[in-house]
């Protein structure tokens, strides 16, 4: 974790000026089947605590690229397993 960078990136990849977050599909709000749950309880608060962690995403993410960061986001549900998480980093191809 970079403390110096908005929104502290998971993986900072200083030579390729990239930073990754690694986001809880629940809690910044995915759109995906665990994303889309909607507590049973609370409700409202709920809706307003992960809308403010998409909100903060935004902001941070702006940032970012104004500095000059490539900002990626790999969704939790994109990587629950080994072979999920190298396909998408393959896809994703840091430093090619």
Do not use: Q
Not at 53 to 68: E, I, K, T, W, Y
């Amino acid at each position: 974790h970079r403390k110096d960078l908005p929104g502290r990136p998971d993986i900072v990849l200083p030579k390729f000026r990239t930073v990754i977050f690694v986001h809880g599909c629940f809690w910044h709000c995915h759109r995906c089947k665990y994303g889309s749950v909607v507590p049973a309880t609370r409700a409202e608060f709920w809706a307003a605590k992960r809308g403010g962690n998409v909100a903060r995403d935004r902001r941070h993410a702006a940032a970012l690229r104004r500095m000059g960061w490539r900002v990626i986001v790999l969704w939790e549900c994109e990587v629950r397993t080994d072979a999920a998480a190298e396909t998408k980093l393959r896809r994703l191809r840091i430093g090619h």
